[in-house]
């Protein structure tokens, strides 16, 4: 059974920062790239990054870029997204798929408040 379990979400102050985790089981992971993609209430999903089976290529949002960083390790099955300098506008559920979007996870909750 493939599973992708986000975590990491919270509330934090605009300008704050959050490193959000996703846990992969059931494929072998280190054959995937891998996806973020966000969606807030009322909008549709928003693709945020990607990163390469290895990590050697990334790619980000424009509006996200400069700000968030895409990492993975692939011992651990495990990839990242480190959100710097949040925004109101970064509020959303944040979910991780694989790169051609054909597993997702259920998603993390981060809010960005004062």
């Known amino acids: 059974e493939v599973r992708l379990v986000e975590s990491g979400g919270a509330l934090v102050q605009p300008g704050g920062s959050l490193r959000l985790s996703c846990a992969a089981s059931?494929?072998?992971?280190?054959?995937?790239?891998m996806t973020w993609v966000r969606q807030a209430p009322g909008k549709g999903p928003e693709w945020v990054s990607l990163i390469s089976t290895s990590g050697r290529i990334t790619y980000y949002a424009d509006s996200v870029k400069g700000r968030f960083t895409i990492a993975r390790d692939n011992g651990k099955n495990t990839v990242y997204l480190q959100m710097n300098s949040l925004k109101a506008g970064d509020a959303a559920v944040y979910y991780c798929c694989t790169g051609g979007y054909r597993y997702w996870g259920k998603g993390t909750q981060v809010n960005v408040s004062s």
């Open positions: 059931g494929f072998t992971f280190g054959s995937a790239d």
